[in-house]
């Protein structure tokens, strides 16, 4: 190159006056490197003539030329001609890029006209800024070649045409009122962002950044305007593409309901990225069965349609309804092969779907689909279902839109298996616990009872709360009540391992505190077998040690005596409310949670008179972790809620929920209500009698009266041999004193009770034994018999169906 060239310097300079750019002809033209001279002051590099730097000018001035100083490396100064123009962002920072053709770097030259020229030339030929020049009419005179390749227009063409003729779209006539502004008042200089679509990409909407400022002659009058124009469309999209994947993280997902997971998803894409979305979920999955193979008709149910059309009227079916897809179909082909598709309507498979659906075919041509995007939903490598995405305008999906949306639909997949493995997982435990739970109450003449059993609506939905009503002998019933520490499939088998010993336990006729001290010893027992199996089933396995803080309250009501014995085991406390409406608390020994072993039991007996409500409920009842109340604020809550009038008990049993639990409870709650009902005097009769052998005679004499005195006379041959079985029995194996007690309820009741306390055994007996027949012959001739030890003996009863023979 001749040393005479001259060489171009291109340096950029920042609205602080900081050099951030400095080119190879600035280089070599002025001897610093662009190591030396990026990041310093512009000033001390650079001295434009003829007043305050060009960097520090209003910022209404977008354009400079003129003469300035500078400095080299060697201390000289040298005087260039340059011509700086700012950009500005979308944020309106400014960027000064200042082109200088320097002749000679040895000596000051003035600058000649051709180089004028030769800015120009780049500016119209080279430069990468779109420029427009308009005249004062808003009619294109002169642009750049840059604009020309964002347009799509030439120059030739685009003369003389307003900005609304080439830019389409609603920005278009706004955009042109604000240049006719400028020209009219003068104004300096504006900048913003605009949208529409332009010739050289019809079907694309644009986003494009503008700058406008008034061209003013010598005199300061307006000339025209130039406008100069970046397309940002990308980064304004990757902009939105983060902040809808941001938005949709926080909304899907939030809870464990697989329709309502499938709603946020469909409502997180309309209608940034659709019109039209709707998600389908295979039919197979949501019945538990393996998906695939994706071979033959695929049944899918809608679990969600979102529409920027309210209703979503476009849609063939409705959320919870199935529809079927042939092989045939881009949904079937999208989900065998795991991969995203996309289509145009007049694509032929398109065109073959539509036309062997004809209902389908109208709902798309009635809304104008115009294109079409399947992502197919898979999570765990399992296909769970499929998302449609549609489109009317003529703008096609891109590959980014579908990298966007096969994003949010993996995001959403993870929360819709997890969804749904946990209504499945919850419905095969609900179920469990249903089925461990009594399905009606046991025929009984003791106690009136209503009960209700919620599940929690947190994430488990499950827990280990239970409740039973046993029938007892003696016309009497055991009323339960329990509570499992934990939560899940693992808390309901324990509870009904531990209903299960408490009903094995209740056969025995123990007393409350009695029970609770053998249901201690099952739950040690139950924690240890845990402990010695290791964790291979995990934290929530039948048997788990948190069984250790189960709790229970067992009552014992007798509808002869009147009166209930109760103890309970770390469980809140019963309530009572009397005939008369008074509410209270049983002052109960709360006693030692289960499992811990070496802490006694007491039982308490109270008088209970008939029309008497006792209300057994585990802690869930009381809402203390959703209300955030206190637990005596919590039991007095309970009190004046039974006390409240209801035309029934599970009327009642209803008020007490609604009274004081969210519709969504954090915890199960279990609530046993039971009314107090007794036996006259004319059902029952009572006698004692001495420890002699003739004494046998009188109580069969005795208990065949009383059956004729009930209307019982056809029971009266069993019952008087029933009757010497028991008495002779304890008058020859026990010791005195002697009871005989009948009880007529929805069986005929005969018990014996003496003060021994050993329990007889049924044996059979050598056809050469004179006895040993006795128990044999109770047990042929009625329908059950036991035993039941008592504080001063035991008690041996048996019944028989009023009427029945041998």
């Not at 060009?54 to 354009?63: I, L, Q, S, V, Y």
């Not at 308490?604 to 209300?627: H, N, Q, W």
């Not at 209803?654 to 004081?660: E, I, K, S, W, Y």
């Not at 007889?760 to 004179?770: C, G």
Request: aromatic share 4%; glycine share 8%; charged share 25%.
């Amino acid at each position: 190159m001749n040393a005479e060239a001259p060489r171009t310097a291109v340096i950029t300079v920042d609205e602080s006056g900081i050099v951030t750019g400095w080119n190879r002809g600035a280089e070599r033209a002025l001897g610093h490197t662009a190591e030396d001279a990026v990041g310093r002051r512009a000033g001390e590099l650079l001295l434009p003539e003829g007043g305050a730097p060009f960097w520090d000018g209003p910022p209404e001035r977008d354009d400079w030329l003129g003469w300035l100083s500078v400095r080299c490396a060697d201390g000289r100064v040298v005087r260039v001609r340059g011509a700086g123009h700012r950009l500005v962002d979308r944020d309106t920072r400014g960027q000064w890029v200042l082109v200088a053709p320097i002749e000679d770097a040895a000596g000051p030259r003035p600058l000649p006209q051709e180089m004028d020229r030769a800015v120009v030339d780049w500016l119209f030929s080279r430069s990468p800024v779109a420029v427009t020049m308009y005249d004062t009419d808003l009619r294109c005179i002169r642009q750049n070649a840059a604009m020309t390749r964002l347009t799509g227009i030439t120059e030739a063409e685009r003369k003389g045409k307003r900005l609304p003729e080439v830019l389409s779209g609603p920005d278009a006539e706004p955009w042109e009122r604000r240049l006719r502004r400028v020209v009219e008042t003068g104004e300096a200089a504006f900048s913003g962002e605009m949208r529409g679509r332009l010739p050289s990409n019809p079907d694309q909407d644009r986003v494009l950044l503008a700058a406008a400022s008034a061209l003013r002659g010598a005199d300061g009058e307006t000339l025209g305007l130039c406008t100069t124009v970046s397309d940002v469309t990308q980064q304004i999209r990757s902009r939105e593409r983060l902040t809808l994947l941001n938005e949709a993280s926080s909304r899907i997902g939030g809870t464990l309901d697989v329709m309502r997971t499938a709603r946020e998803l469909a409502d997180a894409v309309v209608p940034r990225l659709a019109d039209w979305v709707t998600v389908d979920l295979l039919e197979t999955l949501l019945r538990g069965d393996e998906p695939g193979p994706f071979t033959g008709v695929v049944a899918l149910r809608r679990a969600a349609n979102q529409s920027i059309i309210e209703e979503a009227p476009e849609a063939v079916r409705q959320p919870g309804e199935v529809d079927f897809y042939p092989p045939y179909t881009p949904a079937v082909h999208c989900m065998a092969t795991g991969r995203s598709t996309r289509h145009r309507v007049t694509d032929r498979d398109m065109r073959d779907w539509l036309a062997r659906d004809p209902a389908r075919a109208e709902k798309f041509r009635e809304y104008g689909f115009q294109s079409i995007m399947g992502v197919p939903i898979r999570a765990r490598g399992m296909t769970l279902g499929i998302a449609m995405f549609y489109r009317r305008t003529k703008d096609p999906f891109t590959e980014d839109d579908q990298l966007l949306a096969e994003e949010l639909v993996a995001r959403a997949a993870i929360c819709l298996d997890n969804a749904r493995r946990f209504d499945r997982e919850r419905t095969a435990a609900l179920s469990l616990q249903q089925s461990l739970l009594p399905r009606g109450t046991p025929a009984q003449a003791a106690v009136e009872t209503a009960s209700r059993y919620l599940p929690a609506g947190g994430r488990s939905g499950l827990a280990g709360d239970w409740f039973d009503v046993i029938p007892l002998s003696g016309a009497r019933v055991a009323l339960v009540v329990g509570d499992v520490v934990g939560h899940g499939i693992g808390a309901a088998a324990t509870m009904g391992r531990l209903r299960t010993a408490v009903r094995t336990l209740a056969d025995v006729d123990l007393p409350p505190d009695e029970l609770l001290t053998h249901l201690d010893d099952v739950v040690i027992r139950l924690a240890a077998e845990a402990e010695s199996g290791g964790a291979r089933d995990g934290p929530d396995a039948p048997g788990d040690p948190a069984i250790l803080g189960a709790t229970c309250t067992y009552a014992v009501y007798d509808p002869v005596a009147r009166t209930c014995s109760m103890a309970r085991a770390g469980h809140p406390p019963p309530a009572v409310v009397t005939p008369d409406g008074e509410a209270r608390l049983l002052d109960l020994p709360a006693g030692p949670p289960l499992g811990l072993g070496g802490l006694p039991f007491e039982a308490v007996e109270v008088e209970l008179p008939p029309g008497s409500l006792l209300a057994l409920y585990t802690d869930g009842l009381l809402g203390l972790r959703e209300r955030e109340r206190e637990l005596d604020g919590a039991l007095d809550a309970l009190c004046h809620a039974l006390t409240d009038r209801a035309p029934s008990l599970d009327a009642l049993c209803d008020h007490v929920l609604g009274d004081l639990l969210p519709d969504h409870p954090a915890d199960d709650a279990a609530l046993l209500i039971a009314r107090t009902q007794a036996l006259g005097t004319d059902r029952f009769a009572v006698r004692d009698l001495s420890a002699d052998p003739v004494t046998v005679a009188t109580a069969r004499s005795w208990a065949s009266r009383k059956l004729d005195a009930w209307g019982l006379a056809d029971a009266s041959d069993i019952t008087e041999l029933v009757v010497s079985e028991l008495v002779t029995n304890a008058i020859r194996h026990a010791e005195g004193p002697i009871q005989l007690r009948l009880i007529r309820d929805r069986t005929l009741i005969c018990e014996v009770s003496d003060a021994s306390s050993t329990a007889p055994h049924m044996r059979r007996a050598r056809l050469s034994d004179e006895g040993g027949r006795g128990l044999l012959l109770v047990a042929q001739l009625t329908q059950r018999w036991g035993t039941r030890h008592t504080h001063t003996g035991k008690t041996i009863w048996c019944e028989q169906l009023v009427g029945a023979h041998p």
